[in-house]
């Protein structure tokens, strides 16, 4: 296997990070060809050919900072993903900005303006019935979680494999050759307190830094389960991570394809054949429309919460501070009545 290692991160060392990331996807017999993307490194059009996969990194940069860079990796990545040929595996501000350039939304995070945690990531349905994890018993596992912003919204098309408290849309896929998540599998937790502590420390709740702080390896209880799906992933293993819906839309399109194919070699290509194909497209089509307007409801529906809670904090506010007004009110009312007394008790001695 040649698999790419594109590295979006500038601050570290970089031979020790490089070999980290070797280490946690590769296996042996691996041929890595390293790119330093900060230093605008990418492989060239012949060398993605020659690629099978792809892992891009982490960053302590943001995927929506305007930089030439960032734009040009964004490009590249987004062209071998679509073209289903070279395995990518997208990690943290990968993630982002995987999805942000391929149609999906993303959001900062807040209170606090950085997490840094084990969080808990809940499967979806579609996750745990894949092939992947057909040997896996849980529901829910604990992963290395690092962000300052993360996905609400994802890209058309795209179908969500977990989700936690912290990051909505925590690990996705396109469903074929991309496999994208918010997790830091490839780090423990004790070199996460040693490398990314100290960067995002004046950005976390003292109470979050302090929980992290006592955080241990046995907490990440999902780490190596999901290191091993990244490289059977990366190595080529069908994954079934298609929801069967989709799928069975996806069938009866291919199914139909084949048909008129024959049909053509006949010289009889008919208008039902024709109409079969559209109708599956279609179907296709609105049943990801369907999927983009329930994440963007479900995000809609948490804003409207939240101010629904800060209007309910003021109105409470804007009550006590009129309940305050009326005391200093009858107060001064009191006091202009002695004042009075007092001026004609002085006119009058």
């Given at each position: 296997m040649?698999?790419?290692?594109?590295?979006?991160?500038?601050?570290?060392?970089?031979?020790?990070?490089?070999?980290r990331?070797?280490?946690?996807?590769?296996?042996?017999?691996?041929?890595?060809?390293?790119?330093?993307?900060?230093?605008?490194?990418?492989?060239?059009?012949?060398?993605?050919?020659?690629?099978?996969?792809?892992v891009?990194?982490?960053?302590?940069?943001?995927?929506?900072?305007?930089?030439?860079?960032?734009?040009?990796?964004a490009?590249?990545?987004?062209?071998?993903?679509?073209?289903?040929?070279?395995?990518?595996l997208?990690?943290?501000?990968?993630?982002?900005l995987?999805?942000?350039?391929m149609?999906?939304?993303?959001?900062?995070?807040?209170?606090?303006?950085?997490?840094?945690?084990?969080?808990?990531m809940?499967?979806?349905a579609?996750?745990?019935?894949?092939?992947m994890?057909?040997?896996?018993?849980?529901?829910?596992?604990?992963?290395?979680?690092?962000?300052?912003?993360?996905v609400?919204?994802?890209?058309?098309?795209?179908?969500?494999?977990?989700?936690?408290?912290t990051t909505?849309?925590?690990?996705?896929?396109?469903?074929?050759?991309?496999?994208?998540?918010q997790?830091?599998?490839?780090?423990?937790?004790?070199?996460?307190k040693?490398?990314?502590l100290?960067?995002?420390?004046?950005?976390?709740?003292?109470?979050?830094?302090?929980?992290f702080?006592?955080?241990?390896?046995?907490?990440?209880?999902?780490?190596?389960?999901?290191l091993?799906m990244?490289?059977?992933?990366?190595?080529?293993?069908?994954h079934?991570?298609?929801?069967?819906?989709?799928?069975?839309?996806?069938e009866?399109?291919?199914?139909?394809s084949?048909?008129?194919v024959q049909?053509?070699?006949?010289?009889?290509?008919?208008?039902?054949?024709?109409r079969?194909?559209?109708?599956?497209?279609?179907?296709?089509?609105?049943?990801?429309r369907?999927?983009?307007?329930?994440?963007r409801?479900?995000?809609y529906?948490?804003?409207?919460?939240?101010?629904?809670e800060?209007?309910?904090?003021?109105?409470?506010?804007?009550?006590?501070?009129?309940?305050?007004?009326?005391?200093?009110?009858?107060?001064?009312?009191?006091?202009?009545?002695r004042?009075?007394?007092?001026?004609a008790?002085?006119?009058?001695p």
């Amino acid at each position: 296997m040649r698999i790419a290692l594109l590295d979006c991160e500038d601050v570290d060392e970089e031979e020790e990070r490089a070999k980290r990331w070797k280490e946690a996807y590769g296996e042996e017999g691996d041929v890595w060809d390293v790119y330093r993307c900060y230093a605008g490194q990418l492989p060239e059009d012949e060398a993605w050919k020659e690629l099978d996969g792809a892992v891009v990194t982490t960053s302590v940069h943001r995927a929506t900072e305007e930089v030439e860079w960032i734009a040009k990796t964004a490009k590249a990545v987004r062209e071998a993903v679509r073209s289903g040929r070279v395995r990518v595996l997208a990690s943290g501000f990968a993630c982002q900005l995987l999805a942000m350039t391929m149609g999906g939304r993303l959001t900062n995070c807040h209170e606090p303006a950085h997490v840094l945690q084990v969080d808990r990531m809940r499967l979806t349905a579609t996750m745990q019935s894949s092939t992947m994890c057909k040997h896996w018993n849980a529901a829910e596992t604990g992963l290395l979680a690092a962000c300052t912003s993360h996905v609400v919204v994802l890209p058309r098309g795209a179908v969500l494999l977990a989700t936690s408290a912290t990051t909505r849309a925590a690990i996705w896929t396109d469903g074929r050759a991309l496999l994208a998540w918010q997790v830091r599998p490839e780090m423990d937790v004790e070199d996460a307190k040693k490398l990314l502590l100290p960067l995002a420390a004046e950005q976390m709740r003292v109470e979050d830094r302090t929980r992290f702080e006592h955080a241990t390896n046995e907490d990440a209880d999902g780490t190596k389960a999901f290191l091993d799906m990244a490289k059977k992933f990366l190595h080529g293993e069908e994954h079934g991570w298609m929801p069967k819906d989709v799928e069975d839309v996806e069938e009866e399109t291919r199914r139909a394809s084949r048909a008129l194919v024959q049909v053509a070699k006949r010289d009889a290509l008919t208008d039902e054949a024709q109409r079969t194909v559209a109708m599956n497209h279609e179907a296709a089509e609105r049943l990801e429309r369907v999927r983009d307007a329930v994440l963007r409801v479900s995000s809609y529906v948490e804003d409207v919460e939240a101010t629904r809670e800060k209007c309910q904090r003021c109105e409470e506010a804007l009550e006590r501070a009129e309940q305050r007004v009326s005391a200093l009110e009858v107060m001064v009312d009191g006091m202009l009545r002695r004042a009075d007394a007092l001026e004609a008790k002085l006119a009058h001695p």
